[in-house]
């Protein structure tokens, strides 16, 4: 008969053993819930992690409008990230006004300007020292005269050349100041401290015949989605050929050349897609130059001086001094505010 080591009594255990006992049973059960809860854990990191994601995905994904564009945030998914429209395009006080100068004027040649004007604090035309005096119909007079009627400035009914003299006899300081702090505000707005982030053009000098390669606006890609963009070297950004900017009438590109900008002989800058010459700016930290014949599109801020080459076209405000000093010189062109009545057909 086999024996039963099963017992129908309990086992008597001392009272120091049972705390014994109680431990490793406590230790063993917790070893079991670790492992436990280290699957669960693990479960849980797991799906957390899926979920973090998905999350980032859809975000990026809305974020850059889907390739799409987006109406408030701006751009169709190009380069430099996108652009706030109501930021950049708000010009507030700044809308009617093709040229800006701080430190006066010089003109060779019929200039044209189809918008307004403000000259502030250098009022003089023609380094003469002699202020603008401002026609009845608040246009240039005379002043701008090398030999009278030859190498004349004039806009159009309408447009205002607002000076500390406006009118040749009421000072105007209060407007003349506001739309020159106005223009300072709107140059920083734009900098590379304001709109960080941008995407790197490729080549110095941009444009089907600048330089040469694939990179972002060289002369093997120089068609450009909106975005916003910052010169190769972080310094000048030259155009060179015809620089294509493809999108639609909501679209913004802006350029940022912490140092200069230059266009050379014959230079376009072309839309194409319905973009607009007022949804496109050009931030310039020092100077700018549109050398001669230029095909120009784009609103200028730069902080010194602007200057044209002869016969250099402009759909798109030219707004110098922006840091305060900074002169502007024609030599026989046309500057248009986009949209005004007497810009170009097309110009807006």
């Known amino acids: 008969m086999s024996k039963d080591y099963r017992r129908s009594t309990p086992i008597a255990v001392p ?156 000072a105007d300081t209060t407007t003349a100041d506001a739309v020159i702090s106005a223009l300072n505000t709107k140059w920083k707005s734009i900098s590379p401290a304001s709109l960080p982030l941008a995407t790197v053009l490729g080549c110095g000098t941009i444009g089907n015949a600048g330089g040469a390669g694939a990179g972002i606006g060289c002369a093997g890609n ?42 050379a002989i014959s230079s376009t800058i072309l839309l194409t897609g319905g973009a607009k010459a007022s949804n496109v700016w050009w931030y310039v930290g020092s100077s700018a130059s549109l050398l001669g014949s230029t095909t120009f599109n784009g609103n200028i801020l730069a902080s010194a001086s602007i200057s044209m080459g002869t016969s250099a076209t402009s759909c798109g405000r030219l707004l110098s001094g922006a840091a305060g000093a900074g002169a502007f010189t024609f030599l026989a062109n046309t500057v248009s505010v986009p949209g005004n009545p007497n810009a170009p057909a097309g110009c807006q």
């Open 15 to 170: 009272a120091k053993d049972r705390l014994i006992l109680s431990m490793r049973f406590g230790i063993n059960e917790e070893k079991q819930m670790n492992r436990f809860n280290s699957v669960k854990t693990g479960m849980t990191q797991s799906t957390t992690r899926q979920l973090t994601w998905f999350m980032a995905l859809l975000l990026a994904a809305v974020a850059t409008g889907c390739g799409g564009g987006d109406p408030i945030l701006g751009g169709s998914g190009g380069g430099g990230g996108n652009v706030n429209l109501t930021t950049v395009s708000n010009l507030g006080i700044l809308a009617p006004y093709g040229i800006a100068s701080a430190g006066g004027m010089t003109n060779t040649g019929l200039t044209k300007i189809n918008g307004s004007v403000v000259l502030d604090p250098n009022q003089t035309c023609q380094g003469t020292g002699v202020a603008v005096v401002v026609g009845n119909t608040n246009d240039f007079g005379t002043s701008c005269n090398v030999t009278a009627g030859a190498n004349m400035v004039s806009n159009n009914v309408g447009d205002k050349v607002i000076t500390q003299i406006w009118n040749g006899t009421s």
């Open 222 to 263: 120089a068609t450009l989605p909106p975005g916003v963009y910052i010169s190769a070297t972080n310094s000048t950004i030259g155009v060179t050929g015809t620089l294509t900017l493809n999108g639609n009438a909501t679209d913004v590109w802006v350029f940022q050349a912490p140092s200069a900008l230059t266009t």
